[in-house]
């Protein structure tokens, strides 16, 4: 297309030019960009919100898994996320407590050498949690910068399927059981949960942003279309 543009100098000379502008069509990989505004959950003497979401499925129960969430706190407290099963309701839990984070796996705890003072500046953060059940690996990136790891953690097992999901509390009971005290107080901004265990470069490359043509994504939920208390996949079913 042509578009045609005057300028006028401080001595009132003017000149009219036309400048050309050619759009190439090109099959770009469609990224859905971190959302802009979070959902504030539990704020000031709230204790009793949470986020169930939707449709998890059997997303994280993987031979491996990479769940990447982001999210902002100011306090070094409280569980931010718990999958509960009906046999275990601490099958797979995030958890903020004693100064560290600590890690919930199939009811055994990795109190890591995650000083909960990163994650509770106020500021916004990407933490991501890498599995690998067949050398029982976890390793903890924080804004993709590997953080803890550690192997030989429940060898061979994945996570039982068809659990609750729920973001904001601790699960004492399947979808139930919450307690004041474990509430978390912050925002929720982006979820993203891949069917591959991914490396620090990967991380980094993909930091604030999701490409829903990739092959191991399995579910995005954004935060900025919140409605209610239940959290609908943007993108799923894979």
Do not use: C
């Amino acid at each position: 297309d042509t578009f045609s543009y005057r300028m006028r100098d401080a001595n009132g000379l003017e000149s009219t030019s036309q400048l050309a502008v050619t759009i190439s069509v090109a099959n770009d990989t469609p990224d859905s960009i971190w959302s802009e505004s979070g959902v504030e959950i539990n704020q000031g003497s709230s204790n009793n919100q949470y986020i169930h979401v939707s449709d998890f499925g059997n997303l994280i129960s993987q031979t491996e898994f990479t769940l990447r969430l982001s999210l902002s706190t100011t306090e070094p407290s409280g569980t931010f996320f718990s999958y509960a099963t009906h046999s275990e309701h601490n099958e797979f839990r995030l958890h903020l407590a004693g100064g560290r984070l600590k890690v919930f796996l199939n009811g055994q705890a990795w109190n890591t050498n995650v000083a909960a003072s990163l994650l509770s500046d106020g500021e916004r953060h990407e933490l991501s949690i890498v599995r690998t059940a067949a050398e029982g690996g976890v390793a903890v990136y924080l804004d993709g910068v590997l953080r803890d790891a550690r192997a030989g953690w429940k060898a061979g097992l994945q996570l039982e399927a068809n659990g609750s999901m729920v973001l904001g509390h601790d699960q004492d009971t399947f979808g139930g059981g919450f307690q004041a005290a474990d509430a978390f107080h912050g925002s929720y901004w982006d979820l993203a949960v891949h069917s591959t265990a991914w490396d620090g470069a990967r991380l980094n490359l993909a930091g604030g942003q999701t490409s829903h043509t990739s092959t191991d994504l399995l579910g995005h939920w954004d935060f900025e279309i919140f409605g209610g208390n239940s959290l609908l996949d943007l993108f799923g079913g894979r």
